[in-house]
């Protein structure tokens, strides 16, 4: 940073273009302005207490004529209009009047990137000037510098670049909101493609409409949305089965199914995993008949595999009685003569469920099998070897219901904080298990559907963790939403940087509000009149608050409005009503 001399530091010394008026504090003041101010814009305040100048920034700007104010009950506009201009003879009476949030003190701010507030009340009377557009640069410009993109422009001062810093989102998480169409897709689309063409940044974008992996680029992995559900553990089994947290029996028996699942896989009896549902149905109906389980403990999975390879005669429709009986005859085997066997099983007394809990899981497993068949791939890898290094990876869910978006995105949430962990950690025992060596930044699309705020979803869990964790491992997560007053207020007060583009409704204002330190009364108002593409950007991603013009992203655009009109005119110019209502190439 360079120290810049307060001279460099304002417009014009000369003039001054207001002061301090009424009651002001350290943090806020009023000033009378002799034009009005723009929202966003930055002033310096020479204090008449003090020698230490500081910077501020418009939250409010307002203009008042008091002699309109008499008039306000006149009904006709043109007597009232005639009334006025008389009055004034010919002078215009409107006073302008601006609410600035004292952000720092200057000389920190200069010299060491610091924002030091001052801790006493300014003055009423103090000065104010226009920050110079040197001054501004000094302070938010940051190219070359390998941490920061750039974003946009500060939009009260065009041509003054706005940077960002890209650890700042990583380690601290982010939301960006917005009513639809405002620019959530081309603010995403900037800062993840240049987070990958600037700094071989690794990225990935859960796509709900499908608009990014449309992208145009060399530098897109799409990445199907596929998993196999043999690898799924038995909590997100449950999940994606449905299982209510107190159906205790169907759990029971659901662990105990998948550990026998495990003992039948590893024993290499069945020669296809597309067995899965088929064999876990298979269990199920055969207990109902034998009304007794044996059950293995996870740590003799091993021994119980090698047992039923070795010894078992395997019967895909009485997988039951074929690992009892081979377990059962597993003393007299060679296996046993090294191992211990003689703890190898146990067995379930299932009589009183054959009537309730058992079909009933029967029945959630064979509508889980048809519910999510689109996603299930039994040669799907884990998510985490599909991403690529330095690329924006796109998982394109745009054909996927809500369901299953939850059951994908939740999986590859999982997977990847794992994934990071070995890495960070070292863990032992991940030999073999997928690693992801460099960090991540991932974008969670229509974030109120896939973490809400008032209901249940394998996601939100996920994505409570990572906000939580992510930082120490390199995960980091920007939510996205166009409804934040339907997204889980624990998951967005996570999020510690905020850009907030135009949004009207006063319930997701006061939503993100509460989950947001720097956002004030009085920004708030402003938020319904941004232009599209113009952003309230808060937080550790940017030396200061500021309102940003987002540049327009250089990639072929993505969410572009549908011009209807020039549509129907093309089709009716070389219309083939034959052709109509089939897909043609
Ligand atoms: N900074 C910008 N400069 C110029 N045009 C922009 C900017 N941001 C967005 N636009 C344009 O505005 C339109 C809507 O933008 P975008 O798709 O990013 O909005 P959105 O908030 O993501 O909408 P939705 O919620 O419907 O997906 C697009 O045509 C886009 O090109």
Redesign the pocket.
Known sequence: MVLMSSQEMVESYGGAIGYVVDEATSSKVTVRTKEPLKVGEYVIIKPLNSNEEVLGWVEESIARNELLGDLADLENPHLAGTILRTLMFGQSNTKYFAIVKVLTKIKPLIKMGKQEPPRVAIDPGSEVYKASKEALVKIFSREGDKRFIKL?ELAAHPGVGFYVDVTQIVSRHMAVV?????????????LTTRIVKEKNGCVLIFDM?G?YSRLDAEYVNVIEPKLDPTKLDADSFSKLIGLSKDAHKQELYLRNVLTLWKVIENSNVVESKEKFFRILQNMLIELMHTKEMPVIHYDNIALAAQILREYGKFNPTTPLTSIKIALKNANKTKVCEKNDCSDLYTVIDAKSDVNSAIPNLLVKIQDAEQKYKEIFDFDASDVVERIKPASLNVMDLHSLDEDMADIIVSVSLKSILNARKRKVLGEAGSKGKAVLKVPILLVLEEAHILAPANRRTLTKYWVSRITREGRKFGVGLVM?S?RPKGLDQDALSQANNLIV?KLVEPGDQRHVQASSEGLSEELVKHLPSLS???ALVLGPLAPLPAIV?????EIK?????IDAVDEWEKYHATRDDEEWGTWEE
């Open positions: 946009g917005a009513v639809t169409g405002a620019g959530k897709s081309n603010t995403v689309t900037v409409h608009e996205v166009q583009l599209v593409g113009e013009k987002v540049d327009h992203a655009k993505v969410g572009q409005d």
